[in-house]
T-cell receptor, first 110, second 115 residues
Framework: RKEVEQDPGPFNVPEGATVAFNCTYS??????FFWYRQDCRKEPKLLMS???SGNEDGRFTAQLNRASQYISLLIRDSKLSDSATYLC???????????FGTGTRLKVLA | GAGVSQSPSNKVTEKGKDVELRCDPI?????LYWYRQRLGQGLEFLIY????????KSGLPSDRFSAERTGESVSTLTIQRTQQEDSAVYLC?????????????FGPGTRLLVL
């Protein structure tokens, strides 16, 4: 089993739609969680960190469920510019190694 | 300020040749990471440097791969006797190395093609 698993998609949604991605992690000692965004042929960039209480940044909401070992990303009012691959990233306690999921591809359609 | 830079941006080489990839992290960042990303795949951890501590080399796929870092500055990733399966984008990232919740900043990557 992979340490971090994501549905590869693609998720094709119309503009204005709400879309949610989940990511599961296998190591219960995982301590830090992030969502990164990667555009085609570009480097990953941090979208948001995920905090235990959940957090929101504009149209983006991230949630953490430690009991079930998954994190989620909700995107409201999707824009064409949201089209990208969303990478789930987990860091385990006591280490500076980041474990990346393979990403979920989102395509927002006009 | 300047971000993470990598060179070359593209490299085409013949099977069996050695290649050297360079990464300049953000100034003051003590942590530096190398990743490999094959086409359509996720990021594969290769190696991690933190200050003057011994690097975490657990992700290097074979002894053909090695990396060095001079102090808290430039790092080079060397691939000896390249194989076609080494073709990928090699990404470097740096971070402050002070917090578990810190952000990694990535360079634009080096696209390596082994013919």
């Amino acid at each position: 089993r992979k340490e971090v698993e994501q549905d590869p998609g693609p998720f094709n949604v119309p503009e204005g739609a709400t879309v949610a991605f989940n990511c599961t992690y296998s190591n219960s000692a995982s301590q830090s969680f992030f969502w990164y965004r990667q555009d085609c042929r570009k480097e990953p960039k941090l979208l948001m960190s995920v905090y235990s209480s959940g957090n929101e940044d504009g149209r983006f909401t991230a949630q953490l469920n430690r009991a079930s070992q998954y994190i989620s990303l909700l995107i409201r009012d999707s824009k064409l510019s949201d089209s990208a691959t969303y990478l789930c990233v987990v860091k385990t306690s006591g280490t500076y190694k980041y474990i990346f999921g393979t990403g979920t591809r989102l395509k927002v359609l006009a | 300020g300047a971000g993470v830079s990598q060179s070359p941006s593209n490299k085409v080489t013949e099977k069996g040749k050695d290649v050297e990839l360079r990464c300049d992290p953000i100034s003051g960042h003590t942590a530096l990471y190398w990743y490999r990303q094959r086409l359509g795949q996720g990021l594969e951890f290769l190696i991690y440097f933190q200050g003057n501590s011994a690097p975490d080399k657990s992700g290097l796929p074979s002894d053909r791969f090695s990396a060095e870092r001079t102090g808290e500055s430039v790092s080079t990733l060397t691939i000896q006797r390249t194989q076609q399966e080494d073709s990928a984008v090699y990404l470097c990232a740096s971070s402050t190395g002070t917090s578990l919740q810190e952000t990694q900043y990535f360079g634009p990557g080096t696209r390596l093609l082994v013919l």
